[in-house]
């Protein structure tokens, strides 16, 4: 009857270092602990802060694909090799591998999520757009032809591939060739307009969302939307749970559970 | 035909299973979530003056029997929890507006505002171990809990419930000191005192330094309060404190809870956790023969 | 060299781990099985001026996360404890001689006589939840505690260390006033009062109906009481409750204490446990480049 | 590291009461829980005690077979079928399985802890010697027949079979064939006696001894016996184990932990 069985909680150390894009860098450690494509952990950096990561490695040497964006991950994209932090987890519900041929979208940072659940898809089965506003943004292009048999790019600026949005891009391939199933991570804008296109085009889609997060482990309730935990029942939710959503793309809720229009 | 309804200080509940406080208590949308999961009850988040953002993470240590919290009461402000009790009284149970202050007029005019919000009750948050200035600080002291449930009594036509602390030896006179001012029910317990250092950082992990302990690790210490508190009291008593399943629901029951509360398990069981608890309750009461759950309050002090 | 030693108020001990007491302390021959088993010192059962059967069976509750008991003080009495005093001396570590009475000039006069057994220290159990008339009964006054250790205190010459209980809110209070009465150590902490039911037969476990909780489920809230002692004292504080591996030890001694005890987590993994203890303890200071583990004592406080 | 897993604590009720002897009789209940043979369980009957008693049967529908000598073992022998009563356990070290032929000696009700294991043996390697004062107070004779070549019996009084008691006749089965080990269980000074007997003879032994039980799970030390812990690296000790104790067959405790010559 226990759903969920206890996370680890561990120290770790940065094991490697690599930077993906300006202000956007990788840290792998070592982390015995089963995963599952899709899952988050947190991690925490005494005297800073503890936050939730997606694991965008989750073989023995795992890894977080840290974007600077405020004091937590300034502190995170400081550390150096051998430098220590703690995970717990991993927590959340990831992706269910689908059949047939895939269509990855990934925005920003959401590519950390989605790269764990394609390695696991035979790369001629798997199609990927990824989204960002400018080239120097643009996260895991190589990483992401390793495991797919066709990697296009959009820039909001135009300054690398597509000029546009990954939605249009996406929409672009979905019109090029037939897809069974989506998944996608990303700005929840971004997830919001993919939902409708993809519920247009009745394709089967999960998507990976982002809440603030406190406890990571299903209790505080700070991460709820429309009541569901994004760090029990998500992060990544299918098509016919995002339908149900009053608030999806539309709000979210501030440190002291206040709502936030989008 | 068996029945678990229960009246709880005139709130009529169709199981004896609640929500506690503080555990996805936030927003409308999760309260109502737990209704659907069955609870009997639900209780909110505990509900200042003014929008609070609670402690820094990390606020919660998992532990192999339980939890650690020191989530510092963040909530959004009574100002603002008027649109979640509309969308948490649509769940069909009774709400319970859990609220703390540090006086006893900051306690009356936020449960008179619970009670404009359709609140069937108020519970106060007279425990929590982890926010200076709030909860076990003033309620560890019999007077100064006398003086706030009396004042709320004074200001409010819905049930007032005290939620006590165990982490004192004075929780009889405490609850007896509630009781004596007006208070229709007593909660019991709010979590343990504790502190949890992690060896390889050196330090402690929760960024308040201790919080509270929840879960099945202090199950024997509620079970205890409530069993004590039923032979001092005569207004009904809530249990909370490591319910995870029926028999320990019945636990609590038997030493005397008129209904007991459930949070730390929706942590890791869900939100169906109330109903799992009801059905085997029900399941019990078919295996020997009892009809109302009300025959088992108590029964273990025969 | 990394070294484990510790000085204990005087007390030289090999290493920091030591037999809580009531845990195979009532014979020396089980005495001198920990010292095999690796601890660094032995407390002994509590022992009172006659002997004592202690509570009817049940006297204990296993739980998943601890144990719950009430065994109620049983002993053989003081006059027959010197033949077990002299047994457990052949250990080759220091033996600390617990003792509970109901006033000040029984504490005195059973300490004194522990002393002539050869008692390198003497405990004072001012915290057995479960036995009416001593413990935690006098534990909870600051006024009858410094009463009873300035007693002691005046009436032998080894160390006098009080354990206390964590069943209210005065810790402090009152270890600060042990001190004041010139305790040379404070033990913290004793079991939390606690209680099981068993549903099947409507009634609680153990005949005493509440007992104690030790293990692992109260070891957070020692580790806060621990921290929270060792911000308010000058002398040394023994850490115990729930420690069984060398991680949990080294909670406590990163909160302040200068060495622990050990009592149920002898249940399951044996007399080993100690040695086990230490070992894991060598192996983290030898990875950190720590050479005494005195260098450890309260660095979770920086 | 953990040595021992957690015992479980459940409600059973008679399923059966056999009579096996004057005021001895078995108590059936179905227990659905794992135990190896000379393991004990506590058994608390409430508003009375919880005392120890060896398993005599260990399959699913388990076994305990009670000697009426005082205010619980009175209560124990008065249920009725279909009584329910607490049982928690098993605990304690029972027997190694021995190779080659066995002498199993039994004294008064010390054949319940030994015939779980007899049965785990095949019956031609089995004899046993069942000793008892009087033929009334005789148990577990055609049960031990059945897993057992060669069954002898003894009686202090002569009223059946040896005349004499069960170390003398397990000295004459001794005499009379080669055995590999033996293995017992009985009253102490019984033990003792046989002890002394197999050390003679240079045949290796294990013994299942009793001690005032408390706790049953290694805590309290009321059970001790030279420090070693008759509930969990007992109630099974082998002849070395024995060799070196100081306190078999000399001394037991009392309630308060006080010495009591045997
Ligand atoms: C399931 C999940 C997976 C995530 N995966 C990644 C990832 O792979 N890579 C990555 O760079 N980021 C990821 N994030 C976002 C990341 O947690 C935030 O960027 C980070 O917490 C910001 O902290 P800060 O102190 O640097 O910034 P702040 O200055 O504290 O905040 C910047 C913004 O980050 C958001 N944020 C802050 N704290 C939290 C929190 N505890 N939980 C959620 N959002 C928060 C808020 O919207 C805030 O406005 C993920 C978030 C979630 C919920
Ligand atoms: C490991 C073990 C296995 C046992 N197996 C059996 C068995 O299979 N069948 C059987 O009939 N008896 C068995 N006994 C003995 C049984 O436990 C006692 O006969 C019983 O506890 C007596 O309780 P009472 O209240 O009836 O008698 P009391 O009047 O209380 O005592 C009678 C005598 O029984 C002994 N005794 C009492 N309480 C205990 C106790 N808690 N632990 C140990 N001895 C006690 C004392 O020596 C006492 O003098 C076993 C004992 C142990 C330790
Ligand atoms: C994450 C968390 C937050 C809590 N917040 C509150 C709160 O705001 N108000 C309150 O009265 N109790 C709060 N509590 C205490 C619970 O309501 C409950 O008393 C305690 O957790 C014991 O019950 P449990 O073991 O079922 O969790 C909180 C507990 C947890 C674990
Ligand atoms: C079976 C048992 C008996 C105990 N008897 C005593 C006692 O006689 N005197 C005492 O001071 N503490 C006694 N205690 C308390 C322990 O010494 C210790 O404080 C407590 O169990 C917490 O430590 P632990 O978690 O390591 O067991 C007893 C504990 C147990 C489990
Ligand atoms: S972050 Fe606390 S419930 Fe999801
Ligand atoms: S009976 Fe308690 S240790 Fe054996």
């Given at each position: 009857?226990?759903?969920?069985?206890?996370?680890?909680?561990?120290?770790?150390?940065?094991?490697?270092?690599?930077?993906?894009?300006?202000?956007?860098?990788?840290?792998?450690?070592?982390?015995?602990?089963?995963?599952?494509?899709?899952?988050?952990?947190?991690?925490?950096?005494?005297?800073?802060?503890?936050?939730?990561?997606?694991?965008?490695?989750?073989?023995?040497?795992?890894?977080?694909?840290?974007?600077?964006?405020?004091?937590?991950?300034?502190?995170?994209?400081?550390?150096?090799?051998?430098?220590?932090?703690?995970?717990?987890?991993?927590?959340?519900?990831?992706?269910?591998?689908?059949?047939?041929?895939?269509?990855?979208?990934?925005?920003?940072?959401?590519?950390?999520?989605?790269?764990?659940?394609?390695?696991?898809?035979?790369?001629?089965?798997?199609?990927?757009?990824?989204?960002?506003?400018?080239?120097?943004?643009?996260?895991?292009?190589?990483?992401?032809?390793?495991?797919?048999?066709?990697?296009?790019?959009?820039?909001?600026?135009?300054?690398?591939?597509?000029?546009?949005?990954?939605?249009?891009?996406?929409?672009?391939?979905?019109?090029?060739?037939?897809?069974?199933?989506?998944?996608?991570?990303?700005?929840?804008?971004?997830?919001?307009?993919?939902?409708?296109?993809?519920?247009?085009?009745?394709?089967?889609?999960?998507?990976?969302?982002?809440?603030?997060?406190?406890?990571?482990?299903?209790?505080?309730?700070?991460?709820?939307?429309?009541?569901?935990?994004?760090?029990?029942?998500?992060?990544?939710?299918?098509?016919?749970?995002?339908?149900?959503?009053?608030?999806?793309?539309?709000?979210?809720?501030?440190?002291?559970?206040?709502?936030?229009?989008? | 035909?068996?029945?678990?309804?229960?009246?709880?200080?005139?709130?009529?509940?169709?199981?004896?299973?609640m929500?506690a406080s503080?555990?996805?208590?936030?927003?409308?949308?999760?309260?109502?979530?737990?209704?659907?999961?069955?609870?009997?009850?639900?209780?909110?988040?505990?509900?200042?003056?003014?929008?609070?953002?609670?402690?820094?993470?990390?606020?919660?240590?998992?532990?192999?029997?339980?939890?650690?919290?020191?989530?510092?009461?963040?909530?959004?402000?009574?100002?603002?929890?008027?649109?979640?009790?509309?969308?948490?009284?649509?769940?069909?149970?009774?709400?319970?507006?859990?609220?703390?202050?540090?006086?006893?007029?900051?306690?009356?005019?936020?449960?008179?505002?619970?009670?404009?919000?359709?609140?069937?009750?108020?519970?106060?948050?007279?425990?929590?171990?982890?926010?200076?200035?709030?909860?076990?600080?003033?309620?560890?002291?019999?007077?100064?809990?006398?003086?706030?449930?009396?004042?709320?009594?004074?200001?409010?036509?819905?049930?007032?419930?005290?939620k006590?602390?165990?982490?004192?030896?004075?929780?009889?006179?405490?609850?007896?000191?509630?009781?004596?001012?007006?208070?229709?029910?007593?909660v019991a317990i709010n979590?343990?005192?504790?502190?949890?250092?992690?060896?390889?950082?050196?330090?402690?992990?929760?960024?308040?330094?201790?919080?509270?302990?929840?879960?099945?690790?202090?199950?024997?210490?509620g079970?205890?309060?409530v069993?004590?508190?039923?032979?001092?009291?005569?207004?009904?008593?809530i249990g909370v404190g490591g319910v995870?399943?029926?028999?320990?629901?019945?636990?609590y029951?038997?030493?005397?809870a008129?209904?007991v509360q459930i949070g730390?398990?929706?942590?890791?069981?869900?939100?169906?956790?109330?109903?799992?608890?009801?059905?085997?309750?029900?399941?019990?009461?078919?295996?020997?023969?009892?009809?109302?759950?009300?025959?088992?309050?108590?029964?273990?002090?025969?």
């Open positions: 009857m226990i759903e969920r069985a206890l996370t680890r909680q561990e120290t770790v150390s940065v094991a490697a270092i690599t930077e993906e894009a300006e202000n956007v860098l990788t840290l792998r450690f070592d982390w015995d602990q089963l995963a599952a494509p899709g899952q988050f952990v947190m991690v925490w950096l005494p005297d800073v802060d503890e936050v939730p990561m997606s694991l965008s490695y989750i073989g023995g040497r795992k890894g977080i694909t840290v974007k600077n964006v405020g004091e937590a991950t300034k502190a995170l994209t400081s550390l150096q090799v051998g430098d220590r932090f703690v995970v717990r987890g991993p927590y959340g519900r990831g992706y269910h591998l689908p059949q047939g041929k895939i269509l990855a979208v990934g925005g920003g940072t959401g590519m950390a999520s989605l790269l764990p659940a394609m390695e696991r898809i035979p790369a001629d089965r798997v199609d990927t757009a990824i989204g960002a506003r400018t080239e120097k943004e643009l996260i895991f292009e190589e990483r992401a032809k390793g495991t797919s048999s066709n990697v296009r790019v959009s820039t909001d600026d135009g300054s690398k591939g597509f000029h546009g949005n990954a939605v249009q891009l996406a929409k672009e391939m979905m019109d090029a060739s037939d897809h069974d199933a989506v998944i996608a991570c990303g700005p929840e804008k971004m997830l919001y307009y993919l939902h409708q296109l993809c519920v247009e085009k009745g394709i089967p889609h999960q998507m990976s969302l982002e809440r603030y997060m406190k406890c990571g482990a299903g209790l505080c309730g700070s991460c709820a939307i429309d009541g569901k935990r994004v760090c029990r029942e998500g992060p990544v939710f299918s098509g016919e749970d995002l339908k149900e959503m009053k608030e999806f793309g539309r709000q979210r809720r501030d440190e002291c559970g206040g709502r936030v229009r989008l | 035909m068996i029945s678990l309804k229960v009246v709880l200080a005139d709130m009529d509940m169709p199981n004896p299973t929500l503080g555990i996805m208590g936030e927003t409308g949308g999760s309260l109502l979530a737990m209704a659907k999961g069955g609870a009997g009850a639900l209780v909110t988040k505990s509900i200042g003056s003014v929008p609070r953002a609670g402690h820094r993470n990390p606020t919660l240590v998992e532990l192999e029997h339980g939890y650690l919290n020191a989530m510092g009461l963040p909530n959004p402000g009574i100002e603002h929890f008027g649109k979640e009790m509309a969308e948490a009284l649509m769940g069909g149970v009774p709400v319970v507006g859990s609220v703390f202050g540090a006086t006893p007029g900051e306690f009356a005019e936020l449960a008179s505002r619970m009670e404009a919000y359709g609140a069937h009750a108020v519970e106060l948050n007279l425990s929590c171990p982890h926010a200076e200035g709030y909860g076990m600080e003033l309620g560890m002291d019999p007077e100064i809990v006398a003086g706030i449930v009396k004042e709320v009594r004074s200001r409010v036509n819905i049930p007032v419930f005290a006590l602390t165990p982490n004192t030896h004075r929780l009889i006179e405490v609850a007896q000191a509630a009781e004596g001012a007006g208070a229709d029910g007593i979590t343990l005192k504790a502190m949890r250092i992690d060896v390889d950082m050196r330090r402690p992990v929760l960024h308040n330094l201790y919080g509270g302990l929840s879960g099945p690790a202090v199950r024997t210490v079970v205890r309060c069993y004590e508190l039923y032979e001092a009291l005569k207004i009904p008593i995870e399943d029926w028999r320990s629901a019945l636990e029951i038997m030493v005397g008129a209904a730390s398990a929706v942590g890791r069981r869900g939100s169906q956790v109330f109903g799992d608890v009801c059905s085997g309750i029900h399941g019990y009461m078919m295996d020997n023969g009892i009809q109302q759950i009300s025959q088992l309050v108590g029964v273990a002090h025969d």
